[in-house]
Structure formats: structure tokens, C-alpha cells
């Protein structure tokens, strides 16, 4: 989701399509130019697995730390489908519908003296697996599982 976030801006920047804040000057694009990113990354990541997944990935690769609710699948579904889309299609989906897109973002960090450390598994992950496999320790090893539990709580 990243890669794609910022692949896209990137592209977009060179191109003069998006206009977005750079280390030379911070105060550059707008809420809008950021808006058209996250949509056109959206669909991407989207188009990229096969599905629609949260969209919290793209979203915070875009805009940061958040609580986000996830745009309608309505909006993005007939594009995704389309085998014959072009350009102009994702387009209109993607930009000249900025404010038809329902997904929620508030701004949030985390608590002054919180900090957060997150290990690489160095191949990525799949979620609903490593879920299972926790599901399935927690099932076989009660004692264990649940004394661990109760330490982290």
C-alpha cells in the first residue's frame, strides 16, 4: 500500500497531475491534491490484490496516523469490474468525484511517552492466517495461551 501511495505520487508529482508537499517546500498542495492521491491509490491497491480490502493501509500512507472507516465499495466495485476501463473512467471514479468518496479520517497520535515498536516479518504477511495459527495455539495450549493472555492484558 505504500509502495503503491507513493509510486503514485510520485508519478503524479513528475507529471505536474498532482501537486503534493516536498522537503523543499512543506506547505505545498492541499487537502484536495492528497484527496486525489488516496483515491487514485485506493483503486490501485485495490486493482493490484483483487479486492477491496480496508483501505486503512493507503490512507495512513497518505495522510498519517488516523481512525478511519473505510469509503463504500459501491464507489470503486463497477471500475474494478470493468475489463474495458481506460483512463477516463478511473478519472471521474477517482477525481472529479473527490467529494462523493464516504470514507471517514480523523486525525490521531499516540500518547505523549507511548512508544511503538513493529518487527519485519522480511515477506510480508497474511493476516487471516497468522489469525488462524494464533486461534488455533490459543485452542491447544489453553493454560499457556491464556496465562500469556492474561501477562499482556
Same mark, same amino acid.
Given at each position: 500500500a505504500t509502495l503503491v501511495s507513493s509510486l503514485l505520487g510520485a508519478i503524479?508529482?513528475?507529471?505536474?497531475?498532482?501537486d503534493l508537499p516536498s522537503r523543499t517546500d512543506p506547505t505545498r498542495g492541499s487537502l484536495k491534491e492528497r484527496e486525489k492521491l488516496h483515491n487514485l491509490a485506493q483503486f490501485?491497491?485495490?486493482?493490484a490484490q483483487g479486492k477491496i480490502g480496508s483501505g486503512f493501509d493507503v490512507s495512513s500512507a497518505i495522510f498519517g496516523s488516523q481512525i478511519y472507516s473505510r469509503f463504500s465499495t459501491s464507489i470503486i466495485n463497477p471500475?474494478?469490474?470493468?475489463? +474495458?476501463? #481506460?483512463?477516463?473512467?478511473?478519472?471521474?471514479v477517482c477525481v472529479q468525484s473527490l467529494g462523493t468518496w464516504d470514507h471517514v479520517r480523523t486525525k490521531t497520535q499516540?500518547?505523549?511517552?507511548?512508544?511503538?515498536?513493529?518487527?519485519?516479518? +522480511?515477506?510480508?504477511?497474511? #493476516?487471516?492466517?497468522?489469525?488462524?495459527?494464533?486461534?488455533?495455539?490459543?485452542?491447544?495450549?489453553?493454560?499457556?495461551?491464556?496465562?500469556?493472555?492474561e501477562q499482556l492484558d
Amino acid at each position: 500500500a505504500t509502495l503503491v501511495s507513493s509510486l503514485l505520487g510520485a508519478i503524479g508529482v513528475y507529471f505536474g497531475v498532482i501537486d503534493l508537499p516536498s522537503r523543499t517546500d512543506p506547505t505545498r498542495g492541499s487537502l484536495k491534491e492528497r484527496e486525489k492521491l488516496h483515491n487514485l491509490a485506493q483503486f490501485v491497491h485495490c486493482l493490484a490484490q483483487g479486492k477491496i480490502g480496508s483501505g486503512f493501509d493507503v490512507s495512513s500512507a497518505i495522510f498519517g496516523s488516523q481512525i478511519y472507516s473505510r469509503f463504500s465499495t459501491s464507489i470503486i466495485n463497477p471500475l474494478l469490474n470493468e475489463a +474495458n476501463r #481506460t483512463s477516463k473512467m478511473i478519472e471521474e471514479v477517482c477525481v472529479q468525484s473527490l467529494g462523493t468518496w464516504d470514507h471517514v479520517r480523523t486525525k490521531t497520535q499516540l500518547p505523549p511517552g507511548l512508544r511503538l515498536l513493529m518487527g519485519d516479518v +522480511n515477506c510480508g504477511s497474511n #493476516t487471516p492466517s497468522m489469525v488462524q495459527s494464533v486461534l488455533k495455539w490459543r485452542k491447544e495450549q489453553k493454560e499457556a495461551s491464556q496465562l500469556l493472555w492474561e501477562q499482556l492484558d
